[in-house]
């Protein structure tokens, strides 16, 4: 059954009978009906009740505004959390790519660490096998050096001992045998202070050799040289006469009064004529070429002393100075200041020892020899330990 709604039920019965009676006409005539029906529609708005309808009150509305407004803001909330969503979601896509992409490579660079680790333990190990062959190689070859270290003082002290033998060269000596005692020191073995020991005392044997001075020596046997043809001549000779007056002249000096004058006439007088005791017999006057022979004599004699102390020739070098002495004191006047001069410097120049005693060095060398035959036996009698013990 329906149910009728209240306003049906409170429409009046004649509307009821008007509706039928215009549903009556239009069956019978249709255009009757049509007239009746607008008739009818006409009398029924005449008719038909007034509604009262109810006054809706003022806070309804407001509050239908309240949810709208409300709707609004959820539906903007919920398109602006949905617009965050999406750029949360592709945020998070771009960081979850970074991500595995970090990870992808830090598994690779995982893989290459753990790759390097193991070339890094490799190298290690390879260096730990080249320290052990360098240090195993070092050891068996350490005696190489020290052999030849020993080589090299064995030849420095024999050429210190062939530089004084043949040439007297004691600076030279001096300076290999404390090369030879640096090399020795460089060994650092202790059986050789035995021999260090003996280099010491042959180093200070050396040094306590005086010492010539050869330089010296020859510039005076070469001013000698030089000068020795101005030397004046036993018997008066015209050149000799002239060098003598002309020496006069310059100690010439003027008087003051007629005593002095006699005196300078007197000196003059006085050197006219000179009288000379001659426990010799008299030579004659020695002829200008004559005296040019016996200076070239002279300076022969001097230059080959000269060489002869320079090559450490003692007696050619005493016999040629002698020879110069005896020369000088026949030709020459010794009463002059000159030749007084040549016989003082030769008298010097022979008392000078050009050949010094030297010392024997070649307690060093033996020295060494017998560090070399101790040390071959120790190495004989080691190799032939293990070959024992098989």
Do not use: C
């Amino acid at each position: 059954m329906s149910e009728t709604s209240p306003a049906e039920k409170d429409k009046p019965a004649e509307d009821t009978s008007a509706e039928d009676k215009v549903a009556e006409a239009k069956t019978a005539d249709p255009k009757a009906s049509t007239t009746k029906t607008t008739e009818a529609k006409a009398d029924k708005e005449k008719t038909k009740p007034v509604k009262h309808r109810k006054a809706k009150p003022h806070g309804s509305g407001l509050a239908w505004l309240l949810v709208i407004l409300l709707l609004a803001v959820i539906g903007v909330g919920a398109y602006l959390a949905w617009e965050y969503y999406q750029r949360t979601s592709a945020t998070s896509a771009t960081y979850l790519n970074r991500l595995q992409g970090l990870e992808s490579a830090l598994q690779a660079n995982t893989q290459e660490g753990r790759q390097f680790s193991d070339r890094l333990d490799d190298f290690g190990q390879r260096q730990g096998h080249l320290e052990q062959g360098l240090n195993s190689y070092l050891e068996q070859n350490s005696h190489l050096r020290k052999d030849w270290l020993l080589s090299e003082a064995e030849y420095l002290i024999k050429l210190a001992s062939h530089r004084l033998m043949l040439e007297r060269d004691i600076d030279t000596a001096i300076v290999a045998l404390n090369s030879a005692d640096a090399r020795l020191s460089e060994m650092g073995e202790p059986a050789l202070i035995r021999v260090r020991k003996q280099l010491a005392k042959d180093l200070q044997a050396l040094r306590s050799v005086p010492k010539l001075d050869l330089a010296g020596v020859s510039l005076s046997l070469t001013a000698l040289a030089q000068g020795v043809d101005k030397l004046p001549l036993q018997t008066p000779d015209p050149e000799a006469i002239k060098q003598r007056l002309e020496g006069d002249g310059k100690t010439s000096r003027e008087v003051s009064d007629w005593r002095e004058l006699l005196q300078a006439i007197w000196a003059d007088l006085k050197t006219l004529l000179v009288i000379r005791d001659h426990a010799q017999p008299i030579q004659p006057l020695m002829s200008p070429e004559q005296r040019f022979f016996l200076v070239q004599n002279l300076q022969l004699q001097l230059e080959q002393a000269r060489l002869a102390a320079l090559q450490g020739e003692k007696q050619v070098y005493a016999e040629r100075l002698q020879q110069l002495q005896a020369w000088v004191r026949r030709y020459f006047d010794v009463q002059q200041a000159a030749t007084q001069s040549v016989l003082q410097t030769l008298s010097e120049l022979l008392n000078k020892d050009i050949e010094p005693d030297l010392p024997d060095i070649s307690a060093s060398f033996q020295a060494v020899e017998q560090y070399r035959r101790a040390q071959g036996a120790a190495k004989a009698a080691t190799a032939k330990k293990p070959a024992n013990g098989g």
